[in-house]
């Protein structure tokens, strides 16, 4: 579970002009603890992420590193916030009204 300081970290940093995600925001964000940027595309690629062209992607013999950058590389990376190892989609449209 994540404890007060990384939500409170995660929700600055999610933090859009006047609106603040609330903690259900947050929780729908939350991508898990992840120990490498490769680890997370893994992660990401199991889960049909939207950030990864899959239709591209050999599905044998995949380079994570080569898929990592795909991923990450350029302004990829702004798609993610990470605090302290844990990783939020910085781009997930709030489910919650």
Known sequence: MLDDTTIEKAREKLTIGPRVPDDGELMDRYLGKFDSLSDLARALFRMDS????????????????????????????????????????????PVRT
């Open 50 to 93: 939207p950030h990864i062209p899959l239709d591209g992607w050999p599905y044998r013999h995949i380079d994570w590193d080569a898929a990592t950058e795909a991923v990450m590389g350029g302004n990829g990376i702004r798609n993610f916030v990470e605090v302290d190892g844990h990783w939020f989609d910085a781009l997930a449209k």
